[in-house]
């Protein structure tokens, strides 16, 4: 493979150095409209375990917890997030929760445009996420900040400690 080729196959397995974190960056006209996600540090919880120990699932499901928040971090009191979906009719979901099944699975659960229960459950290597601004259900509540609760989550609690975490052997 010549230098300039771009790697081919499981980016994690392909990851050359156990001590390297992954490389981010971003580009934008207006340097604030991308947010912090690629000049902030990853948190804790994502450099707990090395790159190369974590299933394609479970790496993407951690990083898509990063965009959701990063993306969160730019909307007004009026807004919330949710995901539209790619290729198809099916609408946007309002996120409220994001899992993966190991090795190569994620799920987003949530409701639809009309309030239903929904759940998409997508492969990585098809995963493709349009985070959306929409207008807050209830107008009168504080907005929903799902990033925030996932990286609670994610992360082991208020605590830090992992306690509320339970990886699977």
């Known amino acids: 493979m010549k230098e300039a080729d771009p790697p081919q196959g499981n980016p994690v397995a392909l990851m050359p150095d156990t001590?390297?974190?992954?490389?981010?960056?971003?580009?934008?006209?207006?340097?604030s409209g991308c947010g912090s996600l690629e000049t902030a540090p990853l948190p804790?919880?994502?450099?707990?375990?090395?790159?190369?120990?974590?299933?394609?699932?479970?790496?993407?499901?951690?990083?898509?917890?990063?965009?959701?928040?990063?993306?969160?971090?730019?909307?007004?009191?009026?807004?919330?997030?949710?995901?539209?979906?790619?290729?198809?009719?099916?609408?946007v979901l309002a996120i409220e929760g994001v899992g993966f099944f190991d090795p190569d699975l994620?799920?987003?659960?949530?409701?639809?445009?009309?309030?239903?229960?929904?759940?998409?459950?997508q492969h990585v290597t098809q995963l493709n996420v349009i985070l959306r601004a929409v207008p807050k259900e209830q107008p009168a509540a504080p907005p929903r900040r799902i990033g925030f609760q996932m990286m609670q989550q994610w992360a082991g609690g208020e605590a830090g400690d992992a306690s509320a975490v339970a990886d699977a052997p």
């Open 19 to 31: 001590a390297t974190l992954p490389r981010v960056r971003a580009v934008h006209a207006d340097p």
């Open 44 to 91: 804790d919880a994502a450099t707990r375990r090395p790159v190369e120990e974590k299933s394609p699932a479970e790496w993407a499901y951690e990083r898509l917890i990063l965009y959701i928040q990063n993306f969160e971090s730019q909307l007004d009191s009026g807004q919330e997030v949710a995901m539209g979906f790619t290729g198809g009719q099916a609408g």
């Open 106 to 121: 994620v799920t987003f659960y949530g409701r639809d445009q009309d309030g239903l229960r929904t759940q998409l459950i």
